[in-house]
């Protein structure tokens, strides 16, 4: 069982970019048919599924997300991440990586998730 590594700055200063990295340890993100994606819950709420990155590098976003956030990845370093840029108090939640595929199964890989708070 691959166990993904959130990282990232724990508290971010409304209008300021939410920045934070998955890395994922031995395989390759680039390996055919992954879809790594980034989940968070804001307090007191549901799983909220943000967007995802496929192994060939193509992307897809939440709607209701897709103008404020972004994807991307560092093959060299097998890590893929997360930018909001200016991200407001709602922004506020427990951030996770995990792993799927292209084909919709169930995500098999999580990491164990990260504090973000959103605040001056």
């Known amino acids: 069982q691959v166990q993904l590594q959130e990282s990232g700055p724990g508290l971010v200063k409304p209008s300021q970019t939410l920045s934070l990295t998955c890395t994922v340890p031995?395989?390759?993100?680039?390996?055919?048919?992954?879809?790594w994606s980034w989940i968070r819950q804001p307090p007191g709420k549901g799983l909220e599924w943000m967007g995802v990155?496929?192994?060939?590098?193509?992307?897809a976003y939440s709607p209701s997300l897709k103008s404020r956030t972004s994807i991307y990845r560092d093959t060299s370093k097998n890590q893929f991440s997360l930018q909001m840029p200016s991200v407001t108090a709602e922004g506020t939640a427990v951030y996770s990586c995990?792993?799927?595929?292209?084909?919709?199964?169930?995500?098999?890989?999580w990491g164990q998730g990260t504090q973000v708070t959103v605040s001056s």
């Open positions: 031995g395989g390759s993100i680039t390996t055919s048919y992954y879809a």
């Open positions: 990155i496929a192994y060939d590098g193509s992307t």
């Open positions: 995990a792993r799927g595929d292209v084909h919709g199964r169930p995500y098999d890989c």
